[in-house]
């Protein structure tokens, strides 16, 4: 004799649904196991929801660093920097080091564009605000010169533009001095000569002379 299946009360429904909807069954060392379902929101998982959703600034704001695009911000220990503001910051340093022109015959020195390449390092940890001692100075010169030489064949032309060519070495530095990684400034200085236009125009804003690039 089957025996009759008896009928749960609306309560017991309601909370077997609710075990349902929060526990699922998985197989882990070839057991059933019943765990806890991960949390969804609007049908989807947390992070693919917050992947999917969720405003830069909010993750910024909320230290979720992971979950943004690597073409949008650069990742060190000490900074997080969007592409844009660090583009900014080069061409507020190239504006400090193109000063240096009007000063030149007062100290005998003749300073063109295509010279303040080498003062990147020192308005790199002047703007960084890192101590600019013996050490730090000699990690970041030593990187943006090296980096320059070495790369000054391959580039051709491009070095050619002073803005471009400051900004290589500034980027340098920043290799030197440990704050970004090797991957992260070649793909920094790749969304550079992309925006070149750009830099031009930052850097030209409060200047005015104009430079032509010539490729």
Same mark, same amino acid.
């Given at each position: ?18 075990r ?28 693919e ?41 080069i061409?507020k ?7 240096? #022109?009007?000063?030149?015959? %007062?100290?005998?020195? =003749?300073? /063109?564009?295509?010279? +303040?390449?080498?003062?990147?390092? $020192? ?6 605000? #890192?101590?600019?001692?013996? %050490?730090?100075?000699? =990690?970041? /010169?030593?990187?943006? +010169?090296?980096?320059?030489?070495? $790369? ?16 290589f070495?500034?980027?340098?530095? +920043? ?11 070649t793909?920094i200085l ?22 032509r690039?010539?490729?």
């Open positions: 004799m089957t025996k009759k299946k008896k009928k749960l009360t609306p309560a017991q429904k309601a909370a077997k649904k609710k349902q909807n929060e526990y699922m069954t998985v197989f882990m060392n070839g057991k059933q196991k019943r765990v806890k379902r991960p949390q969804t929101i609007d049908g989807m998982g947390v992070d929801f917050i992947k999917n959703n969720a405003d830069p600034i909010w993750l910024q704001q909320n230290e979720l660093w992971e979950y943004m695009d690597n073409d949008e911000i650069l990742w060190n220990d000490d900074t997080r920097l969007n592409k844009q503001e660090l583009l900014e910051e061409a340093a190239y504006l400090d080091a193109f000063e240096t #022109i009007l000063f030149g015959p %007062l100290t005998g020195q =003749k300073i /063109t564009p295509k010279d +303040l390449f080498h003062l990147a390092p $020192t308005i790199c940890l002047k703007l960084r605000g #890192i101590k600019q001692n013996e %050490l730090n100075l000699k =990690k970041a /010169t030593d990187a943006a +010169l090296s980096s320059y030489v070495a $790369t000054s064949d391959i580039v051709g032309e491009l070095f050619d533009i002073p803005q471009m060519a400051f900004a070495s500034y980027v340098a530095s +920043l290799l030197g001095l440990d704050l970004l990684s090797e991957d992260e400034c793909n790749n969304y550079i000569e992309v925006n070149l236009d750009h830099l031009i125009d930052l850097t030209n804003k409060n200047n005015k002379l104009k430079w690039k010539s490729r």
